[in-house]
């Protein structure tokens, strides 16, 4: 496996947009796939994306297309769409005959519904070949197009995969760890989003601090519960891809799903909450996915199931949070 010299980014949102920034300097071509005719040619005409990130300004040698046959003879293709675009991004690029040499990067967070599979296993059904990794962590693309500094997690199966993404995601104000926990580190990208809708709900609710600590302290205990039973290592949730992660998601002011939980705990509905919001909240159609897992699995998760009961059984969020402080008490390492 070669040095990495251009990559293809399906998904010309934040995120990929960010990406496509960050990895500029290591890369002598990036080519976005866009399936907004408009995105693709403000990025072509004015290097710039129309619709996301609009003020950052992109290199010329970023390029981009709404055609995936444009990308088959890329070495490194980056999956930056919402969890449910995976597997049929995937399929598009199998059914156009991608070569087995490529490799691929998942930057998805979540857990596909129905079928309970994480976004490396989806993309392992559809390429039994090819060498994938994941990349995560407490990675806002807004931060991340302005050069602010950023830890990740590379993670793969493939230990030379590891070590040629570490190097291309190495950056003066990037760095980047590697991991062979594939599932811990999935499982951490994808629980955290429920836990930010909760944080952030406890937010609007006007619970204070101690509350929100608490709530976020006990997720992490949560998570790394549910975790473990679903394949990942203890260890995992203690580092970027787990309370990293966390931390960020449940607090900053750039987190999609804090957002909509703060608008649900000011008493707006779920539909206002996602409407006002305009964009993708992971957290929202995965808290369903994540839910069944946590069930299939038999695992303990108060946290997961008061945003369930939020989200899908119009549950008001002050009854919901009010139950979770009226569970029977227990040790706090259980």
């Known amino acids: 496996m070669t040095h990495f010299q251009s990559a293809a980014i399906l998904g010309a949102g934040s995120l990929g947009t960010?990406?496509?920034?960050?990895?500029?300097?290591?890369?002598?071509?990036v080519r976005f796939v866009s399936i907004d005719p408009r995105?693709?040619?403000?990025?072509?005409?004015?290097?710039?994306?129309?619709?996301y990130l609009s003020d950052i300004e992109l290199p010329a040698h970023i390029e981009a297309t709404t055609d995936h046959r444009e990308v088959l003879g890329m070495p490194l293709i980056?999956?930056?769409?919402?969890?449910?675009?995976?597997?049929?991004?995937?399929?598009?690029?199998?059914?156009?005959?991608?070569?087995?040499?490529a490799a691929l990067l998942s930057c998805a967070k979540g857990i596909e519904r129905h079928t309970g599979e994480r976004m490396s296993q989806i993309l392992r059904d559809v390429f039994p070949e090819n060498p994938i990794g994941i990349l995560t962590g407490p990675n806002h693309a807004e931060e991340?197009?302005?050069?602010?500094?950023?830890?990740?997690?590379?993670?793969?199966?493939?230990?030379?995969?590891?070590?040629?993404?570490?190097?291309?995601?190495?950056?003066?104000?990037?760095?980047?760890?590697t991991s062979d926990d594939v599932a811990g580190v999935e499982i951490g990208g994808a629980v955290k989003n429920v836990y930010a809708i909760a944080a952030g709900m406890a937010h609007g609710l006007g619970l204070g601090d101690n509350a929100v600590a608490a709530l976020v302290t006990r997720a992490l205990a949560e998570m790394t519960r549910l975790g473990v039973a679903l394949g990942g290592r203890p260890e995992t949730f203690a580092g970027l891809s787990g309370?990293?992660?966390?931390?960020?998601?449940?607090?900053?002011?750039?987190?999609?799903?804090?957002?909509?939980?703060?608008?649900?705990?000011t008493g707006k509905s779920l539909e206002e909450a996602?409407?006002?919001?305009?964009?993708?909240?992971?957290?929202?159609?995965?808290?369903?996915?994540?839910?069944?897992?946590a069930?299939?699995?038999?695992?303990?998760?108060?946290?997961?199931?008061?945003?369930?009961?939020?989200?899908?059984?119009?549950?008001?969020?002050?009854?919901?949070?009010?139950?979770?402080?009226?569970?029977?008490?227990?040790?706090?390492?259980?």
């Open 18 to 29: 960010a990406l496509a920034k960050l990895l500029a300097p290591k890369l002598s071509c």
């Open 78 to 101: 980056i999956f930056a769409v919402p969890t449910v675009g995976i597997r049929s991004e995937a399929d598009k690029l199998a059914a156009l005959g991608l070569p087995k040499e």
């Open 243 to 265: 309370v990293g992660d966390l931390i960020v998601t449940c607090f900053s002011e750039h987190s999609r799903n804090h957002r909509v939980g703060l608008a649900l705990g």
């Open 144 to 177: 991340i197009a302005r050069d602010l500094v950023t830890c990740a997690v590379v993670a793969s199966e493939n230990p030379l995969l590891a070590s040629r993404l570490q190097e291309l995601f190495t950056l003066p104000h990037f760095r980047a760890y």
């Open 39 to 51: 995105c693709a040619e403000g990025i072509n005409r004015d290097h710039r994306n129309p619709k």
């Open 295 to 334: 069930r299939a699995a038999g695992v303990r998760t108060p946290i997961i199931d008061a945003v369930y009961s939020i989200l899908y059984q119009n549950r008001p969020a002050a009854l919901a949070m009010r139950d979770l402080l009226e569970r029977d008490p227990r040790p706090e390492n259980e």
């Open 274 to 293: 996602v409407a006002s919001l305009g964009m993708v909240a992971e957290g929202v159609p995965n808290t369903l996915s994540i839910h069944d897992a």
